[in-house]
């Protein structure tokens, strides 16, 4: 396998993070509001937190997002 070859694997195998931001424009909302609706019970667990902020698994927030909609 070449290194583009092996480097394409590696990033396949990673899982996909949001932050606020990229929630954001997901929802169509903003980075502080994705923030008030992070603090509500049925929002995901963050996967992690960094010094920048809360970062989710895509998949988690996709799924939140199905349930959201389906909600309202």
């Known amino acids: 396998m070449d290194y583009l070859g092996l480097v394409e694997t590696v990033l396949a195998d990673r899982p996909r993070l949001f932050g606020s931001a990229e929630i954001g424009e997901r929802i169509g909302v903003s980075r502080q509001r994705v923030q008030q ?36």
């Open 37 to 72: 609706l992070a603090e509500r019970d049925d929002f995901p667990e963050p996967y992690q937190e960094l010094r920048m902020g809360r970062v989710w698994l895509e998949h988690d927030i996709e799924l939140w997002i199905v349930m959201y909609r389906s909600a309202e």
